[in-house]
């Protein structure tokens, strides 16, 4: 039998079993939006790239992490769904800007980070890889960027894979956020 001494221990003990029910899965329920937060800024506003090989030196080494600003030519909504192609807030990119781009093929992947060189509306003509301003070729008729990489060795940017057009522009590189190349 329990005395009457024992009954307001187990109703203590029940209303601390159901305070730390209730804390536990508030701080389940903060870390899930904690979580979600972070994967929109990460889907929205920023990313990370990681820097593989030297085609981007002498500005960025191999093991670099680079920030990289995915609103800095507008929200970028990618044109795959119900939706076309489209840039919210659109501002243009800026000649000189650093970009982070994705290869305009199917037959390589990846990103690429390259200078601009030339915006929409200007004119070049390129002669054995070289930009000569003004030229004969225009991209004045749609919103394609000539890209030219950090590295003249580095093969990925316009000088052989033509024009970039503004849909495979993710973002301006911001900064560099640590390095994993501890020789530097």
């Known amino acids: 039998m329990e005395s009457a001494q024992d009954v307001p221990k187990t109703a203590s003990t029940a209303k601390k079993k159901r305070r ?57 909504i990618e044109g795959n769904g119900l939706l076309p192609y489209s840039r919210l807030m659109r501002r243009p990119v800026q000649r000189g800007d650093i970009v982070a781009f994705n290869i ?48 003249p060795f580095n093969p990925a940017d316009s000088r052989h894979l033509g024009f970039i057009h503004e849909r495979d522009i993710i973002g301006r590189v911001v900064t560099v956020l640590y390095t994993l190349n501890f020789k530097r």
């Open 104 to 151: 305009p093929s199917d037959s390589i992947a990846g990103i690429c980070i390259a200078r601009c060189a030339a915006v929409a509306g200007d004119t070049i003509q390129t002669l054995d890889g070289q930009l000569v301003v003004p030229g004969i070729v225009n991209c004045a008729k749609a919103d394609y960027y000539w890209l030219e990489a950090i590295n």
């Open 20 to 76: 730390a029910v209730a804390n536990y899965s508030l701080f389940i329920l903060h870390f899930i939006l904690a979580i979600v937060l972070m994967m929109a800024i990460r889907t929205l506003a920023v990313s990370v790239h990681y820097v593989d090989g030297d085609g981007l030196s002498p500005m960025y080494s191999d093991g670099d992490c680079l920030l990289i600003n995915r609103c800095s030519y507008g929200l970028r």
